[in-house]
């Protein structure tokens, strides 16, 4: 029986994996600073995961999660052997799934809507969150229960309760009851789901790097097991990549359209300008009034004074 391959903490948290040799030379080719589909592409390589899947395959891991231990260090319970082609195929087909919902969207809060119904589907949670770091501060970016009030309000500064705490640290935190008595949870009186029993949260990474944190909870009590815990890590370890890839495009997107917002009010400033022979400070005032009488953007309005000059334009004789 082959030895299993070490991966470097950062590829997957420094999880073993069982391959053959063709896939050891595979790993071996890999690039120094691998993108999340050049993770995917490996691992989907790679035949089996050991000790982070017994029995995969996304729509029965949780009915089998429990028929097939993997060894701790506190249970003597023997791993089962999963060496059958069917095994294999249902790792690689479960590896496929997490790819396939996250490479399907692009904009980021569908990439995280995908991680929190996957995520959902797979350990059969009452209440699972993703939280995006954003400079110093955890943000709420998506939520299996709708919260419309609080997603992209809510921030967690590093080290403030038990989330803050597993991006501080960057180690899962698993409490299977009374998880308000935990001496690090702080109670966020406008998420309900802060009074739940069980509380499993687990760090996401890129490249060694905190990105976010991936929170589970149950109402009522309930034993994260070895095999839960791992598997919410490597999905935390596959979806980092793609999470900074898609804040890191949305960040760019928005910037882009504040860099043509200000053309088009610098453009219209200057039309009102030459127009009604005022200053730049009282044709951006002007901008400014008509914006909040109208109840119209700043580049609403903008957009309409350079569509006015362009039309009069149009009209003159040449």
Same mark, same amino acid.
């Given at each position: 029986?082959?030895?299993?391959?070490?991966?470097?903490s950062?590829?997957l948290?420094?999880?073993?994996? +069982?391959?053959? $040799?063709?896939?050891?030379?595979?790993?071996?080719? =890999?690039p120094?600073?691998?993108?999340? #589909? @050049?993770?995917?592409? /490996?691992?989907l390589?790679?035949?089996?995961? $050991?000790?982070?899947?017994?029995?995969v395959?996304?729509?029965?891991?949780?009915? $089998?999660?429990h028929?097939?231990?993997?060894?701790?260090?506190?249970?003597?319970?023997?791993?089962?052997?999963? !060496?059958?082609?069917?095994? =294999?195929?249902?790792?690689?087909?479960?590896l496929?799934?997490?790819?396939? =919902?996250? #490479?399907?969207?692009?904009?980021?809060?569908? +990439?995280?809507?995908?991680?929190?119904?996957?995520?959902?589907?797979?350990?059969?949670?009452?209440?699972?969150? +993703?939280?995006?770091?954003? $400079?110093?501060?955890?943000?709420?970016?998506?939520?299996?229960n709708?919260?419309? @009030?609080?997603?992209?309000? *809510?921030?967690?500064?590093?080290?403030?309760?038990?989330t803050?705490w597993?991006?501080?640290? *960057?180690?899962?935190?698993?409490?299977?009851?009374?998880?308000?008595?935990?001496?690090?949870?702080?109670?966020?009186?406008?998420?309900?789901?802060?009074? /739940?029993?069980?509380?499993?949260? +687990?760090?996401?990474?890129?490249?060694?790097?905190?990105?976010?944190?991936?929170?589970?909870?149950? =109402?009522?009590?309930?034993?994260?097991?070895?095999?839960?815990?791992?598997?919410?890590?490597?999905i935390g /370890?596959?979806?980092?990549?793609?999470?900074?890839?898609?804040?890191?495009?949305?960040?760019?997107?928005?910037?882009?359209?504040?860099?043509?917002?200000?053309?088009?009010?610098?453009r219209?400033?200057?039309?009102?300008?030459?127009?009604?022979?005022?200053?730049?400070?009282?044709?951006?005032?002007?901008?400014?009034?008509?914006?909040?009488?109208?109840?119209?953007?700043?580049?609403?309005?903008? !957009?309409?004074?350079?569509?006015?000059?362009?039309?009069?334009?149009?009209?003159?004789?040449s």
């Amino acid at each position: 029986m082959e030895q299993p391959l070490a991966i470097e903490s950062g590829w997957l948290g420094g999880a073993p994996v +069982v391959a053959p $040799q063709s896939t050891r030379r595979l790993f071996a080719r =890999r690039p120094q600073h691998p993108s999340g #589909a @050049d993770i995917l592409r /490996f691992i989907l390589g790679a035949i089996r995961i $050991q000790s982070v899947l017994t029995v995969v395959g996304p729509l029965r891991f949780h009915q $089998q999660l429990h028929k097939h231990p993997v060894k701790t260090q506190n249970s003597s319970t023997q791993p089962a052997e999963l !060496e059958t082609p069917d095994s =294999r195929q249902q790792d690689i087909e479960f590896l496929h799934e997490i790819g396939t =919902r996250i #490479a399907t969207a692009h904009e980021l809060h569908a +990439v995280l809507e995908r991680i929190v119904n996957f995520v959902s589907s797979i350990l059969q949670c009452d209440s699972c969150f +993703v939280y995006v770091l954003e $400079q110093d501060r955890l943000v709420l970016r998506a939520s299996k229960n709708p919260h419309t @009030d609080v997603v992209d309000q *809510l921030g967690i500064s590093v080290g403030q309760g038990i989330t803050g705490w597993v991006a501080e640290h *960057l180690k899962p935190a698993a409490i299977p009851a009374k998880a308000l008595r935990d001496p690090r949870f702080k109670l966020v009186h406008s998420l309900p789901e802060d009074l /739940f029993e069980a509380f499993l949260s +687990v760090p996401i990474l890129c490249r060694g790097k905190l990105v976010g944190v991936i929170n589970v909870q149950h =109402r009522k009590p309930y034993h994260h097991t070895a095999e839960e815990v791992r598997l919410l890590s490597m999905i935390g /370890f596959l979806v980092g990549a793609e999470i900074e890839r898609a804040r890191l495009e949305s960040e760019n997107i928005e910037l882009s359209a504040q860099l043509e917002t200000r053309k088009l009010v610098d453009r219209a400033k200057s039309i009102l300008q030459n127009d009604l022979h005022i200053k730049e400070e009282e044709a951006y005032l002007a901008l400014q009034q008509e914006s909040r009488q109208r109840r119209k953007s700043m580049r609403e309005i903008a !957009e309409a004074v350079v569509l006015s000059d362009e039309l009069r334009r149009k009209r003159q004789p040449s």
